[in-house]
């Protein structure tokens, strides 16, 4: 069994999983019925007495795709899934809700997915909705567990006790984390040298509080300019193009995994967002990943990028 494929299958969480989903053929899921995760932080803290969230038949927390992929990057998506456990029933809210956006990035797996096969990259995929808990945002922030949400209310998330809270931070938000952090450890302890890069999928709706947004894609980035700049000026040799420079958010003030796992350690990282109305058929998400596909083989080919520098 590869060395980085064996690591993955040994990281351990609370949670007793089924099967892949047919929905992802092309993905290697890992997971363990083993109920001794606590917290990728505290490894030696006791277990914990909160009740189980994840049953039998409720998908794992993250997938792995490509897993044994050789490229120095590794590509995440933390909004990839609108999944919520059985046990939250929907989190009060109709199917018609949980499609729309502010369940998850709609586009962002399926692009995500193509981008790790065309470069030969990994890619880690959040199982669960940001509305069950946010991949994005630091447990105990506001929004991290969203009692509204573009104005809707999401009834399964009001007044929620500090057991139904670690519940899902240790269930969903760590397993997540924790399996990119293996990922990037494994790529970077067998990359010769070369510390990997981190690149973060999303999609972005195309009106926001009345405004239309114009940009086609966004790069988003914070200190760390080694990627960033050089994609904003390949992307904008394209005249039919636009592209926002930390637009339509700014990745200063948003981006919990990228400073986690990018910035902290010196890697080189940025988030790139895709416009939703672009993704919507599989021929969008095929076409988008063509494109950032082919400026991220043009940039990552730059083999200084690789080297641990912080900003």
Not at 72 to 86: F, G, I, Q, T
Not at 202 to 207: I, K, N, Q, Y
Not at 240 to 247: A, K, S
Request: glycine share 10%; charged share 20%.
């Amino acid at each position: 069994m590869p060395r980085i494929r064996r690591a993955l299958t040994e990281l351990q969480y609370v949670g007793n999983f089924g099967p892949p989903a047919a929905d992802f053929p092309t993905a290697r899921f890992f997971s363990s019925s083993k109920l001794d995760y606590v917290a990728m932080n505290d490894p030696a803290s006791p277990p914990s007495l909160v009740p189980r969230l994840l049953g039998s038949e409720d998908p794992p927390p993250f997938t792995v795709v490509n897993p044994d992929g050789q490229f120095p990057l590794v590509l995440v998506c933390d909004h990839a899934s609108n999944a919520v456990p059985a046990a939250l029933k929907q989190l009060g809210l109709g199917l018609g809700e949980l499609t729309r956006h502010i369940a998850w990035d709609i586009g962002a797996a399926g692009v995500t997915r193509r981008l790790a096969a065309r470069l030969d990259a990994p890619a880690v995929l959040c199982g669960y909705s940001r509305l069950v808990i946010d991949c994005n945002r630091p447990p105990g922030d506001p929004t991290s567990i969203a009692e509204l949400s573009d104005g809707t209310f999401v009834p399964g998330n009001r007044a929620l006790d500090d057991a139904a809270v670690e519940a899902r931070v240790n269930e969903v938000f760590w397993p997540y984390h924790q399996a990119i952090t293996q990922m990037l450890a494994q790529h970077w302890r067998h990359g010769h040298g070369r510390a990997p890069a981190l690149i973060a999928i999303h999609s972005f709706t195309p009106t926001m509080n009345g405004f239309r947004r114009p940009w086609h894609l966004g790069v988003l980035w914070n200190r760390d300019s080694r990627l960033a700049g050089p994609l904003l000026g390949r992307f904008r040799v394209d005249p039919e193009l636009c592209v926002g420079d930390n637009e339509p958010y700014s990745g200063r003030e948003v981006g919990f995994t990228m400073d986690t796992h990018g910035g902290a350690a010196g890697l080189p990282h940025v988030e790139v967002e895709i416009r939703q109305d672009l993704l919507i058929d599989e021929a969008g998400r095929e076409r988008w990943a063509a494109i950032l596909g082919g400026v991220l083989a043009a940039v990552l080919r730059d083999e200084t990028l690789y080297e641990v520098k912080h900003y």
